[in-house]
């Protein structure tokens, strides 16, 4: 069965405090690694997916990185519109097209 | 047009009622997928179709019917549900259901049982 663990649960950050997500996953054979983003009230907005260990892909702020347990995203010099609650997901082989979603990060960006 | 349409954004519905959630896409997406998710927890899978055929169902009770009428529209529909219903309805949509597939989520359905 495909687990993912997101750490910490919740993060507090002062505006430019740069600070990272932690994103760990056992799968059977990794098909994807996904990022989404969700806002209060509203659907999951995607942000990155991630194929093989040392990958990396950048947007804006943010840069996601995989390895073979883990994966990270990576906040650098964060503002108030980037808190939200994070949300990585894993595809595995045996899953099927169902993506196993971690708890999710909820990060608070303080101007 | 990069949007999944969800309808209504709120719903309140007794134990008794039957209704209905809608959900619309224009970008030529072949799979469409209804999630559930009560607050501070991930999405559950629900159901998935995959050119217009039910292909996933994570045996969600009978009280949940969907329904596909063509590429473009999904439909749940809501009978005799239970308070532990209530939950934000996500909808979405990808190219082709297949692996390595971005999904695209509407802002869902907030569904209040009383």
């Known amino acids: 069965e495909d687990q993912v663990t997101q750490s910490p649960e919740a993060l507090r950050l002062q505006e430019g405090e740069s600070s990272s997500l932690n994103c760990s996953y056992t799968?059977?054979?990794?098909?994807?690694l996904f990022w989404y983003r969700q806002d209060p009230g509203k659907g999951p907005e995607f942000l990155f997916t991630?194929?093989?260990a040392g990958e990396e892909k950048e947007k804006e702020r943010l840069k996601a990185t995989l390895t073979k347990k883990e994966s990270f995203l990576h906040i650098t010099a964060p503002k108030p519109e980037d808190s939200a609650t994070y949300l990585c997901?894993?595809?595995?082989?045996?899953?099927?097209?169902?993506?196993?979603f971690g708890e999710g990060t909820q990060l608070t960006v303080n101007p | 047009d990069t949007e999944v349409t969800q309808t209504p954004k709120h719903l309140v519905m007794g134990m008794t009622n039957k209704k209905s959630l809608k959900c619309e896409q224009h970008?030529?997406?072949?799979?469409m997928y209804w999630y559930k998710q009560k607050a501070k927890k991930p999405p559950e899978l629900m159901f998935v179709?995959?050119?217009?055929?039910?292909?996933i169902n994570e045996s969600v009770p009978s009280r949940f019917s969907p329904e596909c009428p063509n590429s473009s529209l999904l439909n749940l529909h809501l009978h005799a549900l239970q308070p532990e219903d209530s939950a934000l309805y996500l909808c979405?949509?990808?190219?082709?259901?297949?692996?390595?597939?971005?999904?695209?989520f509407g802002s869902g359905t907030q569904l209040s049982v009383l």
């Open positions: 979405a949509s990808s190219q082709t259901g297949q692996p390595f597939d971005q999904l695209f």
């Open positions: 799968v059977s054979g990794l098909r994807g």
């Open positions: 991630l194929y093989s």
């Open positions: 997901a894993v595809e595995g082989e045996t899953s099927g097209s169902r993506l196993t």
């Open positions: 970008m030529g997406h072949r799979a």
């Open positions: 179709y995959s050119y217009e055929k039910l292909s």
